[in-house]
């Protein structure tokens, strides 16, 4: 006689593999997905279990020193966490080349790319030294949101804070920038007056 199971009774092969993969122990030298996931600080109101399931969404690329990541113009179709090494963000105009930033381990790019339709990257990107990075692509972020609708919306709730958070340091460095360009005009002036009064 052939038992029926219902679908409370199958075992989650998903859910077996997690508890595998956190077990203390079971030693491993592999640096696991779901392990690199857990030291990104945008991610830290994940779970565990959740950080395993976001895994699976994700992939890892790596890239030689020189290698272009992206370039400026390019439409963004992914969000990349730095796994090792560095990049190096840069743009151009006329034909030179002006350094943006440095990022390094833990540091992330290309969340609007991935949030954004038609969004076209601002900068270009290129591997400083041997690269690795975590990638997660448009496809991905869609199929999440098919087969895991819950954490796709904790993730993309991550995401917009993210985006809001470099808003704001933008915000700030734009008045700042406001504010050395106002005292750069008053020497300006004041240099034009003392000029104006010594031709006198």
Not at 12 to 31: R, T
Not at 71 to 98: A, H, N, P, Q
């Amino acid at each position: 006689m052939t038992e029926k199971y219902s679908k409370e009774d199958q075992i989650d092969i998903n859910l077996i593999k997690f508890l595998w993969s956190i077990n203390p122990l079971i030693k491993s030298n592999k640096v696991t997905i779901p392990y690199l996931l857990r030291e990104t600080v945008i991610l830290r109101n994940l779970g565990e279990f959740e950080l395993f399931q976001l895994s699976k969404y994700f992939h890892k690329r790596t890239y030689e020193k020189g290698e272009v990541i992206f370039k400026e113009g390019d439409f963004g179709i992914g969000f990349y966490i730095i796994v090792s090494g560095r990049v190096e963000l840069y743009t151009e105009r006329s034909g030179k080349k002006f350094h943006v930033t440095n990022l390094e381990r833990r540091d992330y790019l290309g969340e609007i790319g991935l949030l954004e339709e038609g969004h076209k990257r601002s900068v270009s990107a290129v591997a400083s030294e041997p690269l690795e990075m975590l990638g997660i692509f448009k496809p991905d972020l869609e199929l999440m949101i098919t087969e895991k609708p819950g954490l796709s919306s904790k993730f993309l709730q991550a995401m917009s804070e993210l985006v809001v958070k470099k808003l704001h340091i933008l915000a700030r460095e734009i008045r700042k920038l406001k504010v050395e360009n106002s005292d750069l005009n008053d020497e300006v002036n004041t240099l034009n007056e003392e000029k104006e009064k010594n031709d006198q």
